[in-house]
């Protein structure tokens, strides 16, 4: 099975912009999740989506959104990007059911300017 | 809400020997997984071992195994006979019943050869 894609790899934007990540699961999986990972902060849970329903939130401002799709394919948007915004955003993907491990994609880099 | 440290923000460890990370969580929840991921730099993030709350014996995969105190709370990871490719960022995580996970902050490993 092809693993978590995440595109795009590296993305440079600056202040103010929105942007949008896209994530495609690993196949048969419904579940997919977003985090942010900074070097100061760690890993931070953004949201979850399970079957085109968001399942869980994380604790971040209204500017971080996202959907999932019918195929599970999941994007993340983050409107009026702040210099804050700058991190790694990991999308990780898992089967039916909360316990399974998951999946994680490589990444999209975001350098906010 | 649950909570996972992890003490040691880095670790190193000569080749061929054992080095044991730590990691705490706090929750109320009986029934939930355990978890310890894997990101080589600039590598993606992988999964290295799992630990159903409910199950008494310690989970081992190969040279990695667990020790899990469930009154404790306490999850650490023991890697033996250490390769120079251990070498990487490893995260502790826990995924309870809601099917959100929460990550430490992570432990940075270096392999001396």
């Known amino acids: 099975k092809a693993g978590v894609t995440q595109t795009p790899r590296y993305l440079i934007k600056t202040r103010g912009q929105q942007v949008t990540l896209s994530c495609s699961p690993i196949s048969g999986h419904r579940s997919v999740s977003w985090y942010q990972q900074t070097p100061g902060q760690g890993l931070q849970f953004l949201f979850e989506?399970?079957?085109?329903?968001?399942?869980n939130k994380g604790n971040f401002p209204g500017r971080f959104s996202g959907r999932q799709f019918s195929n599970s394919r999941s994007e993340m948007n983050v409107s009026t990007l702040e210099l804050g915004d700058s991190a790694l955003y990991l999308c990780?993907?898992?089967?039916?059911?909360?316990?399974?491990?998951?999946?994680f994609g490589p990444g999209t880099r975001l350098t906010v300017l | 809400a649950q909570t996972v440290t992890q003490s040691q923000p880095e670790m190193s460890v000569q080749e061929a020997e054992t080095v044991t990370l730590s990691c705490t969580y706090d929750?109320?929840?009986?029934?939930?997984?355990l978890f310890w991921y894997k990101q080589p730099p600039s590598r993606q993030m992988i999964l290295v071992i799992r630990q159903e709350a409910y199950k008494q014996q310690n989970a081992t995969e190969n040279r990695f195994s667990v020790n899990f105190q469930k009154a404790a709370k306490s999850f650490s990871l023991k890697i033996s006979d250490s390769q120079l490719g251990d070498a990487a960022m490893y995260f502790c995580?826990?995924?309870?019943?809601?099917?959100?996970?929460?990550f430490g902050d992570g432990t940075t490993l270096t392999v001396k050869p």
């Open positions: 929750t109320s929840e009986s029934d939930y997984y």
């Open positions: 989506y399970f079957s085109e329903t968001q399942r």
């Open positions: 995580a826990y995924r309870g019943n809601a099917g959100k996970s929460t």
């Open positions: 990780a993907s898992s089967a039916t059911g909360t316990y399974n491990e998951q999946f």
